[in-house]
């Protein structure tokens, strides 16, 4: 079965400062992947997704992500923070036919 | 609005009472999905729907919920006897198949449900 581990439950960075969002995955066949991020009181909004295209993947906002397969990995990242950044950012994986299995999380605080 | 729609977005309720939510998806997504969010974690899977058919339950689903997609558009999600623990945020999603233009999740604004 597949799953998602997300490293460091809140990450703390400076206005302007690289974002680094760690996600690492588990699955017996090629993943979709996604990043979703939920602000307080709101639903999820999809950051950016990897479905077997390019394993760069560009997403809204200026954040991208990686596709590593010999790493299993699927970082998120930002080149420079904004303060409306600030919100709890998931990853997710799927495999053909079965539902979306989600990360616990990881909260991202920014400061000015 | 195009967008996925969940009515209540908020619920209180007294333990051991029934509540019931809607979702209306997007209305060319055939496949439905609820998930459960509690504080803190990330939304646990609880069921969905290709159409009308409901295609996989989670062991979360206790006999005391129920789903239901009767004509394969909107959804209801229904709580018997509520309990303490099942205070969250319930979250429902609708997409595509695989294969069919599949690019992910597009998800309501979530019910809240407090139990007191």
């Known amino acids: 079965a597949q799953s998602v581990t997300q490293l460091g439950s809140h990450v703390s960075v400076s206005e302007g400062a690289l974002v680094l969002l760690r996600c690492n995955y588990s699955?017996?066949?090629?993943?979709?992947l996604f990043w979703y991020v939920q602000y307080p009181n709101q639903g999820l909004q999809l950051l950016l997704k990897?479905?077997?295209?390019?394993?760069l993947v560009k997403g809204i906002n200026g954040f991208e992500a990686e596709f590593k397969k010999s790493e299993t990995s699927f970082h998120l990242t930002k080149p420079s923070a904004h303060m409306s950044d600030a919100a709890e950012y998931f990853c997710?994986?799927?495999?053909?036919?079965?539902?979306?299995?989600f990360g616990k999380g990881t909260t991202l605080s920014v400061s000015s | 609005d195009t967008g996925v729609s969940q009515d209540p977005r908020h619920k209180i309720t007294k333990r051991g009472q029934n509540v019931t939510f809607r979702c209306d998806p997007i209305?060319?997504?055939?496949?439905l999905y609820w998930y459960r969010q509690t504080l803190g974690q990330g939304p646990e899977f609880l069921t969905y729907?290709?159409?009308?058919?409901?295609?996989?339950k989670s062991r979360l689903l206790s006999d005391r919920f129920s789903a239901e997609r009767p004509k394969g558009s909107f959804s209801t999600l229904e709580i018997q006897r509520t309990e303490q623990g099942d205070s969250a945020m319930y979250l429902c999603?609708?997409?595509?198949?695989?294969?069919?233009?599949?690019?992910?999740?597009?998800f309501g604004s979530g019910t809240r449900l407090t139990v007191v």
């Open positions: 999603a609708s997409s595509t198949a695989v294969g069919q233009g599949y690019y992910g999740y597009t």
């Open positions: 699955s017996s066949v090629p993943p979709y």
């Open positions: 990897y479905t077997s295209a390019a394993t």
């Open positions: 997710a994986v799927s495999e053909e036919g079965t539902a979306l299995i």
């Open positions: 209305s060319e997504h055939n496949r």
């Open positions: 729907f290709q159409n009308e058919a409901q295609l996989e």
